[in-house]
């Protein structure tokens, strides 16, 4: 299957609120729950760095975003990292796409973007080795961050990247 890989932009902000509700949907992926995600949520997440891959009919089959922190201290780390895939378009190459694509814009920020980090969910070992093969090592882990509307407790994995 091909697709093309593209800055996000401010008109993709509906087909994003349905990707991204539809990989939630799918359980021990994205941190939120489908009702967790929207428009407001796309929307800011749209005002950093985003990418999207789009289909040969136009369809958004994934996307990343991250943000420069705020703080002057932390303004040369890109943080609060999402990636998610279409659950039928995963394991396609899409994920590495799309971090090639911001790493690579990362590189070019002015001011310099130095580091990326990201957490994943222990539970996510398929996640967390995509992360290791682009290179991001493992930083720590949370004991117990997330919790489950079961009551199931999980450890996130910290990972980060130097640029
Ligand atoms: C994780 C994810 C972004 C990877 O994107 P992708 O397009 O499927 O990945 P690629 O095809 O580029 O790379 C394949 C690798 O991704 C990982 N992967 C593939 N399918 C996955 C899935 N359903 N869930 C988690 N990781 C997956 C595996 O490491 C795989 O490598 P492997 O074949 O050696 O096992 C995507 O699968 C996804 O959106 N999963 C659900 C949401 C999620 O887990 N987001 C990350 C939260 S930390």
Same mark, same amino acid.
């Given at each position: &299957?091909?697709?093309? !890989?593209?800055?996000?932009?401010?008109?993709? !902000? &509906?087909?994003? !609120?349905?990707?991204?509700r539809a990989v939630a949907a799918v359980p021990d992926g994205l941190a939120r729950r489908p009702e967790e995600i929207t428009r407001d949520y796309v929307e800011r997440f749209l005002a950093g760095v985003s990418f999207v891959a789009v289909g040969p009919d136009g369809a958004i089959w994934g996307e990343i975003h991250a943000g420069r922190e705020t703080v002057a201290l932390f303004a040369h780390v890109l943080s609060n990292l999402t990636v998610a895939v279409h659950p039928d378009c995963q394991g396609l190459g899409i994920g590495s796409r799309l971090f090639e694509a911001l790493i690579a814009h990362a590189r070019a920020m002015d001011p310099p973007i130095l580091r990326i980090e990201l957490a994943a969910g222990a539970g996510n070992p398929g996640a967390i080795r995509l992360y290791e093969r682009l290179g991001f090592k493992h930083e720590g882990r949370q004991v117990s961050r997330g919790r489950y509307p079961d009551g199931r407790l999980e450890d996130d994995i910290l990972m980060g990247m130097l640029l």
């Open positions: &299957m091909s697709f093309q !890989v593209r800055a996000a932009r401010p008109d993709d !902000v &509906m087909a994003l !609120v349905d990707l991204h």
